[in-house]
């Protein structure tokens, strides 16, 4: 039990002396502030905190990738038509699809799909 005691005390003293070693050595730690901000596709985060969004332009980007989704899940489709009942599989994809429309229908009845109001 000792023993273990000792081990363990040793253990952080050589983490605590590594540590204090690594913060002394280590590169300036002051921080300039115009490094430490993000930089993204030449905004300059400096002259405008925030710029107009679309959330409009955002909704259409969803809708495309549910779309697109949804066509991954499509294309495997006929893969399995040699494979499996033909009932059954015309029945789950008549099933997709027509949720498929009924979301589309959806959308464009509440103007989802208009990129001007």
């Known amino acids: 039990m000792f023993f273990m005691i000792i081990s363990l005390m040793l253990i952080v003293l050589i983490s605590l002396i590594i540590m204090t070693l690594i913060s002394l050595i280590s590169k300036k730690t002051i921080s300039d502030l115009q490094k430490s901000t993000p930089f993204e596709c030449g905004f300059n985060p400096l002259t405008m905190k925030r710029l107009p969004f679309s959330i409009h332009f955002f909704l259409i980007a969803v809708i495309f990738l ?41 959308e464009w009845k509440y103007g989802m799909l208009n990129w001007t109001k």
């Open 66 to 106: 549910i779309f697109d989704i949804e066509i991954i899940i499509i294309l495997p489709m006929t893969l399995t038509l040699k494979t499996t009942m033909m009932y059954a599989w015309m029945m789950t994809s008549s099933l997709f699809i027509m949720i498929l429309i009924l979301g589309l229908y959806h």
